[in-house]
C-alpha cells in the first residue's frame, strides 16, 4: 500500500489504538499531529508505530493543513482519520483492491461514514451515509480554511466514493458531547458572523466536484436558507424535519436524545451565541477592532482580512 494515515489528537488515548489498528492493515505509513496531550496518547500512538508530531491547536483546518505542509508525508496518497473514527474490514479490503488501480484522474476518494451514539448506530434522520471526501492524492487537495465545518477539496480530477463501512464513535459520555458541541457552536457562530461582516477570508472551494454533492448540498442549505431564518424558528424546524420527515424517531430512545442535542440543542446554541456576539460587537465598525473582541470573547486567535 502506498497510503498515509494522519491523525490528530489531544488526549485521545481511549480511542487512538483503535483508530490505528483498523487501518493497519492498508496505511504504508501513519503520522499522529498531536497538540499537547496530558494523557498517554503521544506513548500509546508511538508503541503502536506512529510518527508524532507536535503542534499548537487553532483550530481543525489549521492544523491539518500544518500537517500536509511540514509533515514527513511519504506516500501518494493520504487519508486524513479522525482519532475517534474507525475503518471497518470491508473498508480496509476495498481500499486495499482499489486504491492501486485507480486511474490517474482519480485524485479523491468519498466514503460513506455512519455515527454511533450510546452504543446505536444513528441511521435515519439524514445521518446516514454521511459522505466525506477522506481521501485524496498527495498535491492535489488541501482542507478548507474554515473556523467550523471544514471539508478536504481537490483542485484538479474527479472523485470516486467507496462503499465499505467508516465509523464515527466516540467513547466519551455526554458531558464531553455537550462541552465538545459547546466549543463548536462559538465556531460556528463566528462562520455565520463572517459570512455576514466579511470579516476575513472564507475558502469556497467546496463544490460537488471538489468533494461531495452531499457536502456541497448542505453547506448551500446552511449558509443562503437556514442562516438567514431566525434560529427560535430554524432550531425547532430543522429538529422536526430530521425527527420527523427524515424517519428520525425510528432511532430509539438513543436517537431522540441524539437528534434532539445535536439536531435542536445545538443548532439553537449556535443562534443564541451568534446573537449575543451581535450585541458585544454592534458599537463597533472597524473589522480589526471587531476581530480583537471577538478574539477576546471568545479565546479564538481571529485575524481580519485585507479589502
Known sequence: MNLVVI???YNESRHVTRAMASVAE???QVLVVDSGSTDDTVRVAESHGATVLYHPFVNQAKQFQWALDNAPISADWIFRLDADEIIEPDLADEIRRRLPVLAADVTGIVLKRKHIFMGRWVRRG????????????RGKGHIEDRWMDEHIVVTEGRTVTFNGGFIDHNLNDLTYFVDKHNKYATREAIEALNQELGLFGRDEALSSESASWQAAFKRWGKERVYNRIPFTVSAPLYFLWRYIFQLGFLDGREGLVYHF??????RFLVGARKMELQRAI????????????LSRLTGLKLVAGTD
Open 7 to 9: 491523525i490528530l489528537t
Open 126 to 137: 439524514g445521518r446516514y451515509p454521511l459522505l466525506m471526501l477522506r481521501i485524496f492524492r
Open 261 to 266: 442535542l445535536q439536531g435542536y440543542w445545538y
Open 26 to 28: 492498508i496505511a504504508s
Open 282 to 293: 454592534a458599537h463597533l465598525s472597524d473589522k480589526h477592532e471587531i476581530c480583537a473582541e
